[in-house]
């Protein structure tokens, strides 16, 4: 059952407990407006202290009704405390329990679960009509947005009927008003186009003075009758006129409106008539006309007869800023923050403690102060109880009901504690009773100090406006100041004393507190049941969840998968997914989301015609614009943190008739290869735990590219496919590829000696695929464990990699090498041999390897390869042979480089060429010393031989 439905369930059951209420047609429902302000400071408002300001709206709302003095915003940045106040949660449980931090960016899909509730989704479930106006801040589609309409999911998933407004910020593109899900003006013939920073051709924009502070520059170009409606200097009264409208419009039914406003973000761009207004600059005057808003919205409400039965809340999603608009009302005698440490984006008092005034006639008190300490946070649960639902139903129980201290006087505090956010994921803290906890120096928000620095912030802007902390001197911190933070609010509400040696018992206790709440947030999942391949995509657009697929069989079609959601685990146990090869031509799923794991599940790629493998090349070739389709990596993995188990695929396409490298890349890409690969990885931290891969396509199996780094690979298995060169002579068919080259190599590969022009080899092998495990230039660290690859191009091959460690794995049969490794690497208790290609190759002559090994016999080996080929310096060796008989191939293991240790345990020969030098060799085989300063020693006797 939805969350947004079930509180309709057993309403009428709740009013009738209720005594007070007969029937849901007896409850006159209150209209609610939420105004919403923009970086308003705590000392922003004549009724919180400010003389060089005149706010005589804002003033009348506090004088009729209630203000507040310890009313504070989830978090000092704008997006995650939206984010807050919508849904009732604290930010650390937003973006799969990995917290949201900073404003979310241009491009940001919608922040919120569309099936999550929201304050919006709490007024529809009784029926209410409404409206979000303004800014909007928290994102629009799935995944990244690219802008193009319509604009879903956005503010209508979650509970708006109407949106009109700002999508992002004012100081931030598309500089362009969105209605809905469409950008107003727009035109399909002169589309919204997002280019980045720093492109050229943008759509210009409304000219601004320096002095309006930073206005990043626009990154659309096009859409310009959808820019020419949108002017810095008239947003104020675009905004307001829409509430007025949207109030007159719908004042026959109960309305909720929230109304965020962009003032009084910079850039300060007042209206002609609020220009100069103030003693406080272009910043006081954009708080004027802010004013000049809120006065529009309450007369709208008189006017129409509705200020009787409607509560109007007023507030600010953070404290005020120092930027240069902040600075310059500083320097005009204005505090920004009143005597509050600190400024927005930091954890300090004046980031986060904000102006709240609630009215609501002849139910609030006129002219009453209260020092509860409330949230924006609470309001989803305040609402809830307003409007006649029990809080307690809430799943998280972030969002307090507050309902009694806008109604009455509370003795004892509501809330018992408050986590509040910063920046800084650094300086997450905590409030309990009078006191706040900083797990840090300083705010964890900005720190600039120099004139042409945007963003003030920390000890520097403290010092401009001549604050004291005791932790501060000649605005920085000092250097025996106590790592941490603890402040006694109600003494010392100005954070001037750091209390933090001095009671060591709360502080233990406040930490506690804090790491209680950590770990829930990253912990906390909802189980959702799918059994279609729609909803599995749906759930997986969404975070924090586990996910239960169905068993059964899904054939794909042409659809493919994403998991943007975060923090999921999704259980495809007994689902088995097919795609046809040619239906889709690139990727089957991508995972850009975070801190999710993929468990179980089987990924197929199936010939239309129902072959499993291609045994006769002109029957294929026949077919193969379908047959031969590949494109992309069946899983690709852009996000961290991220695992797959027990994850099984058999990857087909891309001309896998057996040719391989020898026809299907290079110089003259002979059959146009398209490359079908089985899991790229371009993630940190990213975990295969039991995955199998069935290679069946020219491509990697498993492979790392930049911005990879520290995976893990473990108890897995790649399989590709290998073909004996002689199979090719018994080709002669006139579409048969070695038959049109007369039988001679097209052109050399990577890793052989054949060249151009020559006669295929006989007695030999090429392999079907590329390799098993492949780390690129770029593609980090890794490790690999309990692992099998064989019969591919290259095996475990990471010789590019910035670090790699194998243990306990096996590589075999495969055609290039079955290992390699970067300089350090190390393989420990691992095994491979040397039927198709080289045990190992020392690439390029990576240096300083620690390997321990076992070379497995390999009687019928084909190819003119050695055992191992060892470049690089300062290595140390050891080969261990297999139980069983002694071999009788004669392959060497062919040592060029210097001052390596080498112990050989085996019956095979070691070579030492005329650049090897320094080296001490300890082997049971036969030593041929061509180097120089080499030291030699024969073993007489190995284990587990048989003669």
């Known amino acids: 059952m939805s969350k947004k439905t079930f509180f309709i369930i057993g309403l009428f059951c709740l009013f009738a407990m209720s005594g007070a209420i007969a029937s849901t047609d007896s409850l006159l429902l209150p209209n609610v407006v939420l105004i919403f302000a923009d970086d308003l400071g705590y000392g922003d408002l004549g009724c919180y202290g400010a003389t060089k300001v005149q706010t005589p709206n804002i003033d009348k709302l506090a004088v009729e009704g209630r203000r507040f003095t310890d009313a504070h915003s989830a978090s000092a940045v704008c997006t995650p405390s939206r984010y807050a106040l919508l849904t009732g949660e604290y930010p650390i449980r937003g973006n799969g329990g990995k917290g949201l931090w900073g404003p979310s960016p241009v491009t940001s899909g919608l922040i919120i679960d569309t099936d999550k509730l929201t304050i919006a989704d709490v007024f529809k479930n009784k029926g209410y009509t409404t409206a979000v106006l303004g800014k909007w801040h928290l994102g629009f589609g799935e995944g990244n947005n690219n802008w193009q309409e319509p604009l879903r999911p956005g503010p209508q998933d979650l509970g708006f009927d109407y949106y009109f407004g700002v999508p992002v910020v004012n100081s931030a593109p598309p500089y362009v008003y969105v209605e809905n899900d469409r950008v107003v003006g727009s035109d399909p013939s002169d589309p919204l186009v997002y280019v980045g920073r720093n492109a050229k051709g943008v759509t210009p924009l409304t000219p601004i003075p320096p002095e309006a502070s930073q206005r990043t520059a626009n990154m659309f ?21 829409k509430a007025v409208d ?36 272009l910043y006081g005057d954009f708080i004027q006309e802010l004013d000049w808003m809120v006065g529009q919205v309450t007369q709208c409400l008189e006017k129409h007869g509705l ?111 408050l986590v509040l956010i910063a920046r800084k994921p650094s300086h997450l803290s905590i409030r309990k009773g009078k006191w706040m906890y900083i797990p840090a120096k300083g705010s964890g928000g900005f720190m600039g100090s120099k004139p042409n620095h945007h963003a003030w912030g920390g000890p520097p802007a403290v010092a401009l406006i001549g604050g004291v902390n005791s932790d501060i001197e000649n605005g920085k911190i000092k250097k025996n100041a106590p790592p941490a933070q603890l402040y006694d609010l109600k003494a010392d509400v100005n954070q001037t004393k750091n209390l933090y040696n001095e009671y060591p018992n ?43 697929m169905h068993p059964g069989n899904y054939e794909m079609g042409s659809q493919t998968l994403k998991l943007s959601g975060n923090n999921n685990i999704v259980e495809l146990k007994g689902a088995y997914f097919s795609w046809k090869v040619g239906d889709v031509g690139s990727g089957r799923m991508s995972i850009t989301g975070y801190g999710n794991t993929i468990r179980n599940g089987e990924f197929e790629d199936v010939y239309y015609n129902g072959m499993t493998k ?30 797959l188990e027990g994850f099984k695929m058999t990857v087909r396409g891309s001309y896998p008739y057996g040719y391989g490298a020898m026809f299907g890349i290079g110089k003259y890409h002979s059959v146009k290869l398209d490359k079908h690969g089985g899991v790229l990885i371009k993630a940190k931290n990213t975990v295969l735990d039991g995955v199998e891969v069935q290679q069946k396509a020219f491509c990697h199996a498993i492979f790392m590219q930049s911005p990879a780094d520290n995976t893990v690979i473990k108890n897995s298995l790649v399989e590709g496919v290998v073909r004996a060169t002689n199979d090719m002579y018994k080709e002669k068919a006139p579409q048969s590829l070695p038959y049109k080259f007369n039988y001679k190599m097209p052109f050399s590969i990577a890793g052989e000696k054949n ?84 045990l190992s190759d020392f690439r390029l002559g990576r240096s300083n390897q620690k390997i321990d090994m076992t070379i497995l016999p390999s009687p019928k080996a084909k190819g003119d390869h050695n055992i191992a080929d060892i470049k690089g310096d300062g290595h140390t060796i050891v080969f261990h042979r297999a139980p069983g008989p002694l071999d009788t191939m004669t392959r060497p293991i062919v040592v060029k480089g210097n001052n390596s240790t080498i112990r050989n345990e085996t019956e095979y020969p070691i070579v030492l060429k005329p650049s090897a030098s320094g080296n001490t060799i300890v082997s049971f085989g036969p030593v041929t010393d061509m180097g120089t300063k080499n030291k030699i020693t024969q073993i007489e006797q190995i284990k587990d031989a048989v003669n």
């Not at 009758?225 to 307001?240: C, F, I, Q, R, S």
């Not at 045994?615 to 993995?637: C, E, K, P, W």
């Open 614 to 643: 291609v045994t006769d090349f002109t029957v294929y070739n026949q077919d193969r614009n379908r047959l031969a389709s590949g494109g992309g990596s069946n899983v690709s993995i852009t996000g961290d943190n991220n695992r």
């Open 246 to 281: 949207w109030i007159r419009d719908n004042k026959q039914k109960p309305f909720f409106l929230y109304l965020a406003t962009t003032h009084i973000h910079h850039p300060f761009t007042p209206g002609k008539r609020f220009q100069g207004t103030s003693d406080a600059e």
């Open 506 to 548: 709360v502080v233990q206790e406040m930490q506690t507190l804090l790491k209680k709440y950590k770990s829930e947030a990253s912990t906390a999942r909802n189980v959702v049941k799918v059994s279609s391949v729609t909803d599995l995509r749906s759930a997986m657009g969404k975070s924090n969840q586990c996910i239960i």
């Open 755 to 838: 060249k151009s022009g020559v006669p295929i080899p006989r007695d030999h092998v090429f392999t079907l695929t590329e390799d098993g495990i492949r780390v690129y230039t770029g593609g980090g660290s890794v490790r690999v464990e309990n692992t099998t690859v064989k019969k591919t191009r290259g095996g475990i091959r990471l010789y590019l990699a910035s670090g790699a460690t194998v243990i306990n794995c096996k590589a075999i049969d495969c055609g290039s090498t079955n290992f390699n490794l970067p300089k350090g690497g190390s393989i420990k208790g691992s095994s491979g041999n040397f039927a198709n290609g080289p």
């Open 307 to 417: 200020s009787k039965n409607t509560l109007v809340i007023f507030t600010s999603d953070n404290g005020a800023m120092m930027n240069l608009g902040g600075r310059n009302a500083v320097k005009a005698g204005h505090r920004i923050n009143g005597d509050l440490l600190g400024f927005k984006f930091g954890v300090w008092e004046g980031g986060h403690r904000v102006p709240f005034i609630a009215k609501w006639p002849e139910k609030i008190k006129a002219g009453t102060q209260s020092d509860q300490l409330i949230c924006n946070v609470d309001m989803l649960a305040t609402f809830m109880k307003l409007t006649g639902q029990d809080p307690s139903t809430l799943e998280k129980k972030d969002s307090v009901n507050v309902l009694p201290a806008l109604l009455s006087n509370p003795k004892k505090s509501i809330r018992k504690d």
């Open 221 to 241: 170009k096009g859409a310009l009758k959808a820019h020419e409606k949108y002017n810095d200097y008239t947003v104020g009264t675009v905004l307001a006129g």
